[in-house]
């Protein structure tokens, strides 16, 4: 006797929904009319306090290559050149074991949860990357990128190799700081807001406004090189490293797909831009970031199939946006 297919599809249906759903409550929660809810982040530590005093090669920095928020302390690291002073560990997305593993970590951790649980006993919060750890008291001083990379900025200078680079001047911060707000709502965290909707509302909401803010940012950098003028600062730090993600995953994986970042006349020159800065390129492997996003997120991608993508000699094109440098 055969079985109907309608009965079939509709097993599957159900069954599928609703493994769906219990992954993605785990993986990304949500409020009850299915909009992504970010988890804050609870260590809040700063350096250049009497407990963490700055100093040379005694903070560690945990990043994961897939996660734009560690991404941020990448680059901020790079481009203050600080390779010297603030050591890194590179986590790995394990699928397998739902979170970051780590290997021949000095601390003899194998993943981020060992890690959180070392620095606090009994932790049982996220065991997010960035965090920045202090190597002296065995802790978490902070996992909070937007914070990080401040610190990052202003408190290791003494063994910086670019110490007179401000990448957060004083005369630009009120302006930085609110576009960052609208950045972060509405791109950085917006294609997540995108990709972990779990209702039709939530997404066309999310992807509206994803939308109208880079259709905005497109236009704002018509006549400047950078979002606040002719210096780079950490405004762009933090649009750069969603805006990197966005053809190669967030287009297809999150479903941000009315343009693709290419399409945009000035995104795309102030993307490549930024990635042929000095040091910018090798905290980008494209290959990885692409691998991790599509396999470690399985519930966007069960058949784990990965796309094609963009590549390096796209981003390598010319894009004479120095040429803007003097207009602002
Ligand atoms: N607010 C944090 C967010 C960091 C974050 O969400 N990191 C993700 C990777 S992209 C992570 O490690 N997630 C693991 C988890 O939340 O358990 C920051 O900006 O530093």
Redesign the pocket.
């Known amino acids: 006797m055969a079985i109907p297919p309608k009965f079939l599809i509709q097993t599957a249906q159900f069954v599928w929904k609703t493994m769906w759903q219990t992954m993605m409550s785990q993986l990304a929660p949500s409020d009850r009319q299915g909009n992504f809810q970010?988890?804050e982040?609870e260590f809040r530590g700063t350096i250049g306090s009497e407990t963490f005093p700055a100093a040379k090669n005694r903070y560690r920095l945990y990043v994961?290559l897939?996660?734009?928020?560690?991404h941020r302390t990448m680059v901020t690291r790079v481009l203050k050149g600080l390779e010297d002073c603030v050591e890194m560990s590179v986590a790995i997305a394990d699928v397998s074991v739902g979170?970051?593993r780590l290997e021949n970590d000095p601390t003899g951790c194998g993943s981020?949860k060992e890690l959180y649980q070392l620095g606090q006993s009994g932790y049982s919060g996220?065991?997010?990357?960035?965090a920045l750890w202090d190597c002296e008291t065995q802790s978490i001083v902070n996992?909070?990128?937007?914070e990080?990379i401040v610190m990052l900025n202003e408190q290791f200078n003494e063994w910086a190799k670019y110490s007179d680079r401000d990448l957060y001047p004083e005369s630009l911060r009120e302006e930085g700081d609110r576009l960052n707000d609208l950045i972060y709502r509405t791109v950085n965290n917006g294609v997540y807001r995108c990709g972990f909707a779990t209702s039709q509302v939530a997404y066309d909401q999310a992807v509206t406004e994803l939308f109208e803010t880079l259709d905005f940012l497109d236009k704002r950098l018509g006549d400047r090189r950078y979002l606040l003028g002719k210096t780079l600062t950490l405004c762009d730090v933090r649009l750069f490293t969603t805006l990197i993600r966005f053809d190669l995953v967030y287009h297809g994986l999150f479903k941000c797909d009315r343009h693709r970042i290419r399409d945009y006349a000035n995104l795309w020159g102030y993307l490549r831009d930024i990635y042929q800065q000095p040091g910018i390129k090798a905290t980008c492997p494209l290959d990885t970031i692409k691998q991790e996003y599509y396999s470690s997120l399985f519930p966007l991608n069960p058949s784990g199939i990965i796309p094609l993508g963009i590549d390096s000699a796209d981003l390598m094109q010319p894009h004479q946006r120095q040429d803007l440098a003097t207009t602002l």
């Open positions: 970010r988890v982040s994961g897939t996660c734009p928020w560690a979170g970051w981020m996220r065991c997010s990357v960035p996992n909070e990128s937007s990080i």
